[in-house]
């Protein structure tokens, strides 16, 4: 697979936090909801001044909270686009989208958003619903975008073991509306492992699991890992090949961004998936000629399929597979006009995983840093800093306590733990 070149300093996305208020609770979400947090205006700018000071990207991701709950939300994007020159993306649960507000958003600049649902959420009208009835959720939300045009897709679902059963299910559901969802991001459900570990603020112990919003072991006894997705996809989808990956801080096998993308034919047939040559291609020219790696792509050029297997093919296996199986496909129909094709992103994140020694083995090059008091942090890790001026460090039980406090800081080359959410 290709190694994503994404570092602290020069990577995708910057993830903006104007608000940690929230409509909904999420039993996976690692964020404390704060009624009293709405950012003005003008530190939305301060924090959007450190990101250009310190952080070379190609989009904005605005979440929280939920942002769409936010007051400023509607000139937050058209700060982003007009004043930052950065596409604005907002992460949100979209319970409080409305097609009036997709319109000032569509006119203030927005260039698309990333759906969270699923079956942990307490969702008025949508309690107790499993991920299979849950997609027609998301499918209103997909259309009501659609309707509008010509903005970006995805949707994020956090995975525990009890749904792992439906991750299969939700590879066919994005598969079949590959026209109007445009990416489908699984998170692993991140446990906080209080039972076999202590955690300390400096040199002082905390009792992190009734402090933090993080769920403890008996949520999830053995952690999930990223290849159970993997073996899972491809109970439905046997061609599913990842081609690109963010490794981790501390352990040089993990994967901690497996990034995967398919060509789906408007027949619904999946003709294979792109290689590391294509992804890597993608993201050096597109540095090369706009000086930052792509993170979000406009919705006409996803469904220029046919294009990338002809562009892509003579120096990419994957993509040179897939166009063989259309070429065989368009074949077999001599008298039918050849199918579209779209480009679908499939993304499994997994979270922090605990070394022995207690050291957190993070994301290396995370796109979800944010700003904290006008310094780079973890998105994931911002309550700690927020509740206890640090993150936390952890030592295996019976274990002595740390005696001098772990830096706090992003700094340098980003060898600090880093985490996606």
């Known amino acids: 697979m290709y190694r994503l070149p994404w570092s602290l300093n020069d990577n995708v996305l910057a993830w903006l936090e104007p608000t940690k208020r929230c409509n909904l609770y999420c039993e996976g979400c690692y964020s404390r909801n704060d009624l009293h947090s709405d950012k003005p205006l003008e530190q939305v700018r301060k924090d959007l001044d450190v990101f250009v000071a310190n952080r070379n990207v190609d989009s904005i991701s605005i979440a929280g909270g939920d942002p769409l709950v936010y007051p400023h939300i509607v000139e937050t994007v058209r700060i982003i686009r007009h004043e930052y020159g950065k596409k604005p993306v907002i992460n949100t649960n979209g319970l409080a989208l409305t097609p009036e507000l997709l319109a000032q958003l569509k006119d203030a600049g927005l260039y698309g958003f990333t759906f969270h649902v699923d079956s942990s959420q307490v969702r008025p009208h949508w309690k107790n619903k499993t991920e299979q009835e849950l997609n027609a959720l998301r499918e209103k939300f997909a259309r009501m975008v659609a309707d509008a045009g010509d903005l970006s897709v995805a949707f994020n679902a956090t995975i525990f073991r009890h749904t792992m059963k439906d991750v299969p299910m939700l590879v066919e559901w994005a598969r079949q509306h590959a026209d109007i969802v445009h990416t489908m991001v699984f998170i692993l459900f991140r446990t906080l492992r209080t039972e076999e570990f202590d955690f300390y603020a400096g040199g002082e112990k905390v009792e992190a699991g009734s402090e933090l919003v993080y769920h403890d072991m008996d ?203």
């Open 219 to 421: 949520q999830n006894p053995r952690p999930i890992v990223a290849q159970e997705v993997v073996d899972a996809i491809r109970t439905e989808d046997p061609l599913y090949e990842p081609c690109a990956y963010l490794g981790g801080t501390r352990d040089p096998k993990s994967v901690k961004w497996l990034l995967a993308g398919r060509l789906v034919g408007e027949d619904r047939e999946v003709y294979g998936y792109v290689g590391p040559r294509y992804m890597e291609a993608v993201q050096t020219v597109h540095h090369a000629a706009r000086g930052s790696y792509l993170a979000y792509v406009e919705p006409g050029l996803l469904s220029a399929g046919r294009s990338i297997m002809a562009g892509f093919s003579a120096f990419d296996p994957g993509t040179r597979d897939a166009a063989k199986r259309y070429a065989k496909r368009v074949m077999r129909t001599p008298g039918q006009a050849p199918p579209k094709v779209h480009f679908q992103s499939l993304l499994v994140i997994q979270p922090i995983d605990m070394m022995a020694d207690g050291e957190a083995n993070m994301c290396d090059g995370c796109p979800d840093i944010t700003v904290h008091e006008g310094e780079l942090v973890w998105s994931c890790r911002l309550d700690e800093r927020q509740q206890y001026g640090c993150f936390l460090h952890a030592t295996p039980k019976h274990r002595a306590a740390p005696l001098v406090e772990p830096r706090a800081l992003v700094r340098g080359n980003g060898s600090a733990p880093t985490d996606p959410r």
